[in-house]
């Protein structure tokens, strides 16, 4: 496929000027290291040494700046290889001249093809991992099967809820493939149904267009039903956001629970009430008010309340920083805040405000807290470090005079793996602190 597409490739100027600069390298940098390869089997791009993010550790994403030529005639969805201006190579990718990130970096060197034998292979190693842990710890029926850059596969996720499984693509590099990732699936798990979402996002940042629809088979006719943490949740897929439950925080459900005491607790941005539910099931929190913007959510919430039975939790339809403003106003008291907001960092240029957003969150919870109370905080804003959220909570303390100790600094749960070449990706964070 790849040198097909490269036979389509008309070279041009730009192209011929970016491969005749390394052979003025070539009898330097051919003593150390030489990877330029006049007959190419895949276009081979030139990078610009001292702005490619990429070589600070074959990071996964290279960027328009970072190509010698950004203007290269070549289609997206074409194989390339990345050289050096020395000749030396960095590894190979897919190219999307329609995208800021211009090329995804998947090998670290040119001996292996990008082919489909690859993209099985990283399949399999994704699923075997989470075979893995489950054979050590416990099955579940809802999980991340393929977590993008965490698992090699840069621009897919794949989510399995039962019997069905969605494919989210987060770029345009994978998508010439996505039947062969659906075959897979089907041969892997027979499911009864594959769903396909490309959000509004990345649509318009890879130009694709945007999708939410069945890729195959037959879709259920009303809510699945999975078990996390003991707990039972009907997960509409019709109506969901994202791939339809945010399996990532499964893990901090739980840690949240070991940690709630009796009293009452305020759920911040529940969605279908995740860690509401949770703490119904493991704690003796009395009576607990959930709060989200989305009638659709706190729909879902409330029937997940009554597949399980529990007492009722009070659900309110709000804006999260209107509500907790109107709480500090009336002198209310939690013994446990959760805030869940959601992104509010898409970009660099976005962080200075999500910080200033996330404080006065994080402020006005402090200040509706008992002495002794628990906040569960977090931010899945990636732009947004661990260290600055750390930080801004120092500034509420400081503003508030209550000293917040940081019991657990946790991240997304074990099916969400980090490629420590692509931090940014470790986008969640989920601090447990303990208020005085
Ligand atoms: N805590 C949830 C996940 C939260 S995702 C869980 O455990 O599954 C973020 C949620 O914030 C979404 O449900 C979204 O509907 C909600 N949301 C977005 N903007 C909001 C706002 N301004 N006020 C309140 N909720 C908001």
């Not at 991992?129 to 099967?145: G, K, P, V, Y």
């Not at 037959?218 to 399996?247: C, F, H, M, R, W």
């Not at 240029?349 to 999500?354: F, I, L, M, N, P």
């Amino acid at each position: 496929m790849a040198s097909d597409q490269f036979r389509q490739v008309e070279p041009g100027w730009p192209f011929f000027v970016a491969s005749v600069k390394p052979l003025i390298f070539r009898p330097i940098a051919g003593l150390f290291h030489y990877d330029y390869d006049p007959m190419p089997d895949y276009p081979q791009i030139f990078l610009n040494a001292k702005r490619s993010h990429a070589l600070d550790g074959f990071h996964p994403w290279i960027l328009d700046r970072s190509v010698i030529d950004p203007t290269l005639p070549l289609p997206p969805g074409t194989i390339v290889d990345c050289l050096l201006p020395s000749g030396a190579s960095l590894g190979r990718g897919i190219y999307n001249p329609n995208s800021r990130i211009r090329i995804r970096l998947y090998q670290k060197t040119l001996a292996e093809d990008l082919d489909e034998a690859w993209l099985l292979r990283q399949l399999e190693r994704a699923c075997n991992l989470r075979n893995f842990w489950m054979s050590r710890n416990h099955n579940l029926d809802a999980l991340r099967l393929v977590n993008s850059e965490g698992d090699g596969l840069s621009g897919v996720i794949i989510d399995r809820f039962g019997d069905c499984v969605v494919i989210q693509l987060t770029a345009y590099a994978l998508l010439p493939w996505l039947d062969l990732i659906a075959d897979w699936i089907e041969s892997k798990f027979a499911p009864q149904a594959i769903f396909l979402r490309i959000d509004a996002a990345t649509a318009k940042q890879e130009g694709l267009e945007s999708k939410d629809e069945l890729l195959r088979g037959i879709p259920p006719t009303g809510p699945l039903q999975i078990v996390e943490n003991s707990v039972k949740l009907a997960i509409d897929l019709s109506a969901s956001q994202k791939t339809g439950y945010y399996l990532d925080q499964r893990a901090n459900r739980a840690a949240a629970a070991r940690w709630i005491e009796a009293g009452p607790l305020l759920d911040v941005c529940c969605y279908v009430g995740g860690f509401s539910l949770a703490a119904r099931q493991w704690t003796p929190a009395t009576e607990i008010t959930a709060v989200d913007s989305s009638l659709r959510a706190l729909e879902g919430a409330e029937r997940n309340l009554q597949l399980n039975g529990f007492p009722a939790i009070d659900f309110v339809q709000a804006d999260c920083f209107d509500y907790l403003e109107h709480l500090v106003s009336e002198n209310a008291q939690f013994q446990t805040v959760i805030l869940d907001p959601p992104r509010m960092a898409s970009h660099r240029g976005q962080v200075a405000a999500a910080i200033r957003a996330y404080h006065r969150l994080n402020l006005n919870a402090v200040r509706i807290l008992s002495p002794g109370g628990l906040l569960v905080t977090c931010s899945c804003s990636g732009r947004v470090s661990r260290e600055d959220f750390a930080g801004l909570l120092g500034a509420v303390s400081r503003k508030t005079k209550r000293r917040l100790q940081i019991l657990e600094s946790r991240s997304a749960d074990f099916d969400h793996p980090v490629d420590t070449t692509c931090l940014e990706s470790e986008y969640l964070k989920c601090l447990i602190c303990r208020v005085e």
